[in-house]
């Protein structure tokens, strides 16, 4: 006869402790609702952008653009990483030759070097009346200065956070936000045509923020990337369509 077996019903989880439970209750249901809050505004960045067009533009083959920022004396000093961006962007496309600004300047010495070049674009007619200067651009096949002033600074911010270590681990709990405002102009100088051809502008709002559910988790606006970004793709089309807007 075979040996009967017995059936156990499996064994249910040991339930928390009452005071446990509330604990954690008391923890991560706000913090889930902060997460979810910092997920849906995730780096947001707002953008606008504006152009004056005062002559028709366009520009063939053998023409090029230099990209400079505006003297330190005037203003706020366009921050060298910006310039950068404008740089790797237009000379990424196909439709714009870029001069390296460098080069330029030292072609061009000391015309355009830091303390002796024109403080705004609207000083630029009396350097190119000097002798040799115009004549100097020209041969290089420059056809557009580009005058960049602007930049990126924070506004805002707050909120906080505490962060913790003990035997069994640790973390941090918290949210800090800031925001950052980016404003920038392009001035557009038409060496062929020997007078301003317009300006193309942008300003950008960029909030950051940076949760913590036991983990820090940063989501940072690219502000200043968002108007580089926005100020070249406008700038492209308003030196290669011919239209005078």
Partial sequence: MPTPVTMHPPALPR?????????????????????????????????????????????????????LATSYHHGNKTEADFLDCMDDRLDGGDSINLYPSAKFRDELFPWFEPR?????????????????VAQRISDRGVRYLVWIKGSTERTSGGGGMSCAASTVGGGCFGLVWWENEGSYEATVWDLKK?????????DVHGTSMVPALIIPLPFVARTQTAACNGLVRELRQFITQEGPS
């Fill in 15 to 67: 339930a928390l402790p009452e005071r446990q439970t509330e604990f954690l209750r008391r923890v991560f249901r706000p913090a889930t609702v902060m997460l979810l809050s910092a997920l849906a505004a995730t780096g947001c960045v707002t953008s606008r952008v504006e152009r004056n067009k005062n002559i028709a533009t366009g520009i063939t083959d053998g023409e090029s653009v230099v990209i």
């Fill in 194 to 202: 020997a007078e301003q051809a317009g300006e193309v502008s942008t």
């Fill in 116 to 132: 002796t070049m024109p403080q705004d674009i609207k000083a630029l007619p009396e350097l190119l009346a000097r002798p040799g």
